[in-house]
């Protein structure tokens, strides 16, 4: 299971901080990643990281402005969102698979989280 912590409603230029506990699989061999939805779009992969921690995934519309980061030992994903825009309100999902290029373009990952929601508004 996965469970996704720390949404909420910011100003545009704010930050928040996303986590996303993990339990029930073997955590430290999973890519884990974060995917967006919102309104009226299609759910979109964000931010991914290896099982390492030692690679990560962005999409350019988040580039230099959020941070994908994990902790092995505690289970845990994290997401640092900063300088956030209304165009990033969304539902956000954390996700794993076995893979991280694998995990950026699947839409069926092997684990999925509970949403949460962030709102920016302008």
């Known amino acids: 299971q996965l469970q996704a912590f720390g949404g909420g409603l910011v100003q545009a230029g704010g930050s928040l901080r996303l986590s996303c506990a993990a339990s029930?699989?073997?955590?430290?061999?999973?890519?884990m990643g974060w995917f967006r939805q919102a309104p009226g779009k299609e759910r979109e992969f964000v931010a991914g990281i290896n099982w390492s921690g030692l690679r990560t995934l962005y999409i350019d519309a988040v580039k230099g402005r959020f941070t994908i980061s994990r902790d092995n030992a505690k289970y845990t994903v994290y997401l640092q969102m900063n300088s956030l825009k209304p165009e990033d309100t969304a539902v956000y999902y954390c996700?794993?698979?076995?893979?991280?290029?694998?995990?950026?373009?699947?839409?069926?990952?092997?684990?999925w989280g509970q949403g949460t929601l962030v709102t920016v508004s302008s």
């Open positions: 996700a794993g698979h076995l893979g991280l290029d694998i995990l950026a373009r699947t839409r069926t990952p092997s684990y």
């Open positions: 029930g699989l073997t955590f430290s061999t999973y890519a």
